[in-house]
C-alpha cells in the first residue's frame, strides 16, 4: 500500500527562470538535500506541470513544480514532540506557507529540554498551528535570557535549505548588546570557542574542542560605563556572542554567566533577521522590536 503524502509543496517557477536541468533545480537552486531528491525521484512524487519527469529534464520559466512527502524521507524531529499551548501568545514578525519569525521575550526557553516540558517558544508554536497541517521544526535558538527573531520552521522540509543558508552566511542574524566599558571602532573576533574544562555546560575561547568562529560587531554608541553593540553571526557556536564579548573584556550587561557580578538582567537582543525564503530565494529583512525595558535602559545610560 502506498503511505499517504503527508505535504504537499507547489512552486510556480518565475517568469525570469533560466531553463536548467530538474535536478539542478533541486539541488543547487531550492537546495534540496540529496536524500529528499532521491525519494522524490525514486517514487516519482516531483511533478513538472501535473506530470512526473526524468530529473534530467530542462524546466523552464513559469513552469508548475509539485513536490510530494510522505513523511519517511526526513531526519527532523517530530513537530508532536512538542506539547502545544493553550491559547498561546505569540508575537509573529513574519509568516508564510513555510516558516514563521517570532519575537521570543527574554526569559521564554527556546524549546524542551525534556520530554512533556510546556511554557516553551516552541510549545506556543505547536498551539499557534493546531489543528493545521503545519508543525512546529527547530531551525536555530536563542538563549533564555536573548529576546528576539526566531525563525520556526512549518514543516521539515525547509529545516535543511534553512540550516544550508545559515551555515552559508546568506541568512544573517543580528543582534544589539549593551555591554561593559567603553567599546567603540568595529571589526571582528575569530577566537575558537570550546566547552569550558572547569564546567563543560559552558563555553570558553580555546576551550576544550574548540571550533572556528567568527562575530563582526560595531559599536554604536559608547560611554565610560556603557557600549551599545551591533554584532552579526558569521558562523553560531553556542553562547558565542556571549564569549566573544567577556574574552573582549566587554562582557554583556547582566549575562548571568559570563559577567556573574552584575546585577541587572542580560541585555542581549536578536533585532534583525536577513531571511533568504526557501524556493523562491528571495530576500526579507525581519525586524524585531527593542523591548520596552532595553530602550528605557539606553535612555537611562544615555545610549539612545
Not at 493553550?86 to 509568516?95: A, D
Not at 497541517?133 to 512549518?154: E, F, P, W
Not at 576544550?208 to 554604536?220: D, K
Request: with cysteine; hydrophobic share 40%.
Amino acid at each position: 500500500m502506498t503511505a499517504a503524502v503527508r505535504w504537499h509543496l507547489t512552486e510556480v517557477l518565475s517568469l525570469d527562470q533560466p531553463s536548467r536541468p530538474l535536478r539542478e533545480l533541486l539541488h543547487q537552486q531550492w537546495l534540496l538535500p540529496d536524500r529528499l531528491i532521491h525519494y522524490l525521484r525514486r517514487r516519482q512524487h516531483v511533478l513538472v506541470n501535473g506530470r512526473y519527469q526524468p530529473v534530467n529534464k530542462l524546466v523552464h520559466a513559469g513552469d508548475r513544480i509539485d513536490l510530494l512527502f510522505n513523511g519517511d524521507e526526513v531526519r527532523t524531529p517530530a513537530a508532536n514532540d512538542y506539547q502545544p499551548t493553550v491559547n498561546p501568545q505569540l508575537t509573529i514578525l513574519f509568516e508564510n506557507r513555510d516558516l514563521l519569525v517570532v519575537n521570543k521575550p527574554r526569559g521564554q526557553k527556546s524549546h524542551p529540554n525534556v520530554a512533556g516540558e510546556t511554557g516553551t517558544v516552541m510549545n506556543d508554536v505547536a498551539g499557534y498551528l493546531a489543528g493545521s497541517n503545519d508543525g512546529a521544526y527547530m531551525v536555530h535558538r536563542l538563549d533564555l535570557q536573548t529576546s528576539g527573531a526566531l525563525i520556526v520552521a512549518k514543516n521539515p522540509i525547509v529545516v535543511p535549505i534553512l540550516n544550508r543558508l545559515i551555515a552559508a552566511g546568506q541568512i544573517h542574524r543580528e543582534y544589539l548588546a549593551v555591554v561593559e566599558g567603553r567599546l567603540t571602532g568595529s571589526g571582528s573576533w575569530d577566537w575558537p570557542i570550546g566547552r569550558d574544562p572547569v564546567d563543560p555546560r559552558w563555553r570558553a575561547v580555546n576551550g576544550l574542542c574548540a571550533q572556528p568562529t567568527l562575530t563582526y560587531y560595531q559599536s554604536l554608541a559608547a560611554t565610560s560605563q556603557r557600549s551599545l553593540v551591533r554584532l552579526r553571526l558569521a558562523t553560531g557556536r553556542t553562547h558565542q556572542l556571549r564569549v566573544h564579548l567577556a574574552h573582549s573584556g566587554h562582557p554583556i550587561v547582566g549575562d548571568p554567566i559570563y559577567n556573574r557580578n552584575s546585577p541587572e538582567q542580560m541585555l542581549l537582543h536578536g533585532d534583525r533577521q536577513r531571511l533568504v525564503i526557501p524556493f523562491t530565494m528571495q530576500k526579507r529583512e525581519i525586524v524585531a522590536p527593542l523591548p520596552t525595558y532595553f530602550q528605557k535602559y539606553l535612555v537611562k545610560y544615555k545610549l539612545s
